[in-house]
């Protein structure tokens, strides 16, 4: 089964909003997250990351939170822009099972000028 | 919900031996899969794209006499690192799409070369 999920397969913002961007996980033993971009044709490239001893890292526009008594994750981009377009992918990882990858299905972004 | 499986998890080889990487859908078909190689700062490049039945599709720098890509089912693709050197030690991780235009990633496998 899934154990990373994004269960928003699209999400369409204006430009100068905000956009949220969310995942939810089910192995409690995760303690390492990261965001991944993708653009059409390429990797995806990484965005930013979060320890489980952390509840919310910055950088720049980009902002990730993590609710571990939820298990849930949310990127949070601000001010959304054109370019951001894309597709964001969540991961997880287990420090004690060698940092495995598990990733969501992906969650496509467009914003509108 | 959709899985992605890769066998092995780790494989530790010597310099010049050939190493196979699997990559299984295991509760839908892939027609297409992809295979990808973590590099530094963690992202993911992508090295080639697999399709069943047919030659896999290489990205420009990738040697396909060096990663030798097999899609031998619509639930299978295989990755064969051949005469593996240290220099390619690194994380490898294959996606799969069934018909929608969604990715489901495998949990990737980490190849060291000693």
């Known amino acids: 089964d899934q154990q990373v999920k994004q269960n928003s397969p699209s999400l369409s913002v204006q430009e100068g909003r905000i956009s949220i961007l969310n995942c939810d996980y089910t192995?409690?033993?995760?303690?390492?997250f990261l965001w991944y971009k993708k653009y059409p044709a390429e990797g995806p490239t990484f965005l930013i990351s979060i320890s489980s001893i952390k509840d919310k890292n910055e950088d720049g526009r980009f902002t990730v939170f993590l609710n571990k008594s939820a298990k849930h994750l949310s990127l949070h981009i601000v001010p959304s822009q054109p370019g951001d377009s894309a597709v964001y992918f969540c991961a997880a990882s287990a420090t004690n099972t060698g940092n495995q990858f598990y990733f969501g299905t992906g969650t496509s972004l467009t914003v509108i000028p | 919900g959709a899985v992605v499986s890769q066998h092995p998890s780790r494989v530790i080889c010597k310099s010049g031996t050939s190493v196979k990487i699997e990559c299984r859908s295991l509760?839908?078909?892939?027609?297409?899969m992809f295979w990808y190689r973590q590099f530094p700062k963690q992202s993911l490049m992508l090295m080639a794209t697999?399709?069943?039945?047919?030659?896999?599709?290489?990205e420009q720098g990738v040697e396909k006499d060096k990663f030798l890509i097999n899609h031998a089912s619509l639930t299978l693709s295989t990755l064969t690192v051949t005469s593996a050197h240290p220099e390619d030690s690194s994380f490898y991780i294959c996606s799969a799409t069934p018909l929608a235009d969604t990715q489901y990633f495998g949990p990737g496998t980490r190849l060291t070369v000693l």
């Open positions: 509760d839908f078909q892939a027609t297409t």
């Open positions: 192995n409690s033993m995760f303690d390492y």
């Open positions: 697999s399709n069943e039945g047919s030659k896999a599709t290489y």
